[in-house]
């Protein structure tokens, strides 16, 4: 009796520590399948946390981009618009310009003056010995019928001023009357501006300068060349408000 209550046992003990050592290599082997997926989805989250940052990376630079991008368009378009504004700025001078040659056309032919663009401004030129004797600050009565010509053509143009220009060749004067050449070429674009002006044209449009012998056309070692450079300047004066920049320009100045 008592050897088969110990094989009972014996056999007991036996089946339970084989069930026991079973199911540990089973939960064992479970075990190792989770750590190994574990370590997979850690590994996963890793690649994950880069690539998003990676992208936050990305999108941070294409914001940049864009809005470098956007800018750039921005000057893009606000050089354009000043490009389309001095076209039509170049584009109403040469339709200006044009009226004038056309205007003028009788008296260029006969010689009396000549018309031309000088540092962007449109100058019209009449030679000194058809206008004045030599010496001279007085109108002859040719040059006083050429001025009143110029005058009444002039006074057509809308909204435009005009500066009366004395220029003189560089043989000095020295009279009593007139020191220099200054005083001489100042006479006379005077006189000319008080012709004009007694011809029709507002005093508020015109007005005078000289520059003596400091501004010559062609070279003073001839008397072709002396000539060219005893002349009276009728110059057509930009309207600096229809500049492109000029609304910035006259905030700047009014903010110093």
């Given amino acids: ?150 005058a009444k053509l002039l006074v057509t143009i809308p909204d435009k001023k005009f500066q009366i220009e004395g220029h003189t060749d560089n043989v000095p004067i020295r009279s009593s009357r007139f020191p220099s050449n200054w005083e001489l070429a100042s006479a006379r674009s005077v006189n000319v501006l008080k012709t004009m002006v007694q011809a029709g044209m507002p005093e508020n449009r015109i007005s005078a300068a000289s520059f003596g012998e400091t501004r010559p056309v062609a070279a003073n070692d001839s008397k072709e060349g002396k000539q060219a450079n005893r002349r009276i300047e009728v110059v057509l004066m930009p309207d600096l408000s229809q500049l492109p920049g000029y609304e910035e320009l006259q905030r700047l100045s009014e903010e110093k």
């Fill in 1 to 150: 009796m008592n050897f088969k209550i110990f094989s009972f046992i014996l056999v007991f003990f036996t089946i339970t520590a084989c069930v026991s050592k079973s199911k540990y290599e089973e939960l064992e082997t479970q075990y190792g399948s989770l750590q190994a997926e574990h370590d997979a989805a850690k590994n996963q989250v890793t690649d994950l946390e880069a690539l998003v940052a990676e992208l936050e990376r990305k999108l941070g630079k294409a914001s940049t981009d864009q809005k470098s991008l956007s800018q750039s368009i921005d000057y893009m378009k606000q050089a354009l618009a000043d490009a389309s504004a001095r076209k039509k700025e170049v584009e109403k001078r040469m339709a200006e310009y044009r009226k004038l040659v056309n205007q003028f056309k009788a008296l260029t032919d006969a010689g009396e003056l000549s018309i031309k663009i000088v540092d962007g401004r449109m100058v019209v030129a009449m030679p000194s010995d058809v206008l004045f004797a030599s010496g001279s600050a007085k109108l002859s009565s040719k040059g006083q019928q050429t001025i009143e010509k110029v």
